[in-house]
């Protein structure tokens, strides 16, 4: 783990971007004979070094830097997630990244960080993530929100506020933002871009400005629709408070799903390149045909597409065979939701619509399928 991190984590990328999503984290295999990287499942690591143990554990309680030396617990970090973590870092071009066991509880992570420092004030941007959006408005951790559009950033901001929050492409609108503007108008205070939709592939948002990258990393990092975690990437000072904040809530990654995930980063450019060029022909007959009132595709591609149809959406629901109906996204298979009945649903009506969520927008998760065959299933969908 050490010699993984300290050997990737800190240095300027110098390599491509496919080149490092293959040995970003890995770097140090070969040196051991190794080819696959490890999965080391072990809750505990036994010592007789307990004078050394104490240490580490001073060495963390201080300032959340992963202890040096032979693990300690698998609360305070675990060498295959340190592998995902240095390969995230890497890719974001971030000083380092932080894993847990869920995108909201990464959320929930940086909210508290900063609530701890007596900074409970969030200015947010619509639309976001459903459960993002309802964390904030129903103050469950104690936040209270202004919500504004990114013109307004600047004039919410308090003294008490810890946060700009943004997702760009949007969730699930796709609508785009200028981060470096952003992150302008934030000033002092940090700039959290959720990067789920774009990925490191398409977007970089620390080199924009952004403080904090957030991924639900259950999407396109993992890709394959059976892990569930989230990280956010950050310079070594914050996520040494997350760190804290992991350990002492226990919103830890299971290591096979970092092992997974490490997998998963390999054939994230390749996924999302060829899964946008298909999105692209996708959104341009959509956007030619008489059943489709409006369609949303980004600037900067990506593999998102949302439309509003003329008929019932739920209809199209019902009529998709061989795209999947189901919530989430980023998968190698293309799947199909209605976000106003489901990952909006939490949301209320009037904010939901005023983010530009309305109730016949269809969103589309596009996969690795040939682009005929999906095209067919949804021309018969459309009725």
Not at 164 to 190: I, K, M, W
Not at 242 to 248: I, K
Not at 305 to 324: K, M, N, Q, S, W
Not at 336 to 342: E, K, M
């Amino acid at each position: 783990m050490d010699s993984a991190r300290t050997a990737t984590a800190s240095r300027t990328p110098l390599r491509a971007l496919a080149t490092e999503a293959v040995h970003a984290g890995r770097d140090d295999l070969a040196r051991q004979g190794l080819h696959a990287p490890p999965i080391d499942l072990s809750t505990t690591y036994p010592s007789y070094d307990s004078r050394g143990e104490a240490a580490r554990i001073d060495a963390f309680a201080a300032t959340g830097a992963e202890p040096q030396g032979p693990p300690v617990y698998g609360r305070l970090g675990n060498p295959t997630v340190a592998r995902f973590e240095t390969a995230l870092a890497r890719l974001e071009n971030t000083g380092a990244a932080v894993a847990f066991a869920s995108g909201m509880a990464a959320l929930t992570a940086v909210l508290l960080v900063r609530a701890s420092l007596g900074l409970r004030h969030i200015v947010a941007v619509r639309p976001l993530y459903g459960c993002s959006d309802h964390l904030l408005t129903a103050g469950l951790l104690g936040t209270e929100v202004t919500w504004t559009d990114p013109a307004g950033v600047t004039d919410a901001l308090r003294p008490d506020t810890g946060l700009v929050l943004v997702e760009s492409p949007a969730n699930p609108t796709l609508a785009e933002l200028d981060l470096r503007a952003l992150a302008h108008s934030c000033g002092s205070v940090p700039l959290l871009a959720d990067n789920t939709f774009a990925t490191p592939v398409l977007q970089r948002p620390a080199e924009q400005g952004a403080r904090l990258v957030l991924h639900s990393a259950t999407k396109y990092l993992g890709g394959h629709g059976d892990v569930m975690a989230g990280v956010v990437a950050c310079d070594e000072e914050f996520a040494g408070r997350l760190r804290q904040v992991r350990f002492a809530t226990g919103g830890v990654l299971h290591p096979l799903a970092g092992y997974l995930l490490l997998r998963g980063l390999a054939t994230l450019p390749v996924r999302v390149r060829a899964a946008s060029a298909t999105a692209a022909e996708l959104a341009r007959r959509l956007a030619a045909d008489p059943r489709v009132g409006r369609v949303h595709y980004p600037r900067i591609g990506g593999a998102m597409i949302a439309f509003e149809v003329d008929g019932d959406p739920h209809e199209v629901i019902d009529r998709v065979r061989l795209v999947t109906p189901a919530v989430s996204l980023g998968s190698v298979d293309t799947l199909i939701q209605h976000p106003a009945s489901i990952s909006h649903r939490i949301v209320d009506a009037d904010d939901r619509r005023g983010a530009g969520v309305s109730d016949r927008l269809l969103r589309l998760s596009v996969g690795l399928e040939d682009v005929e065959d999906l095209w067919t299933d949804l021309d018969q969908a459309l009725g």
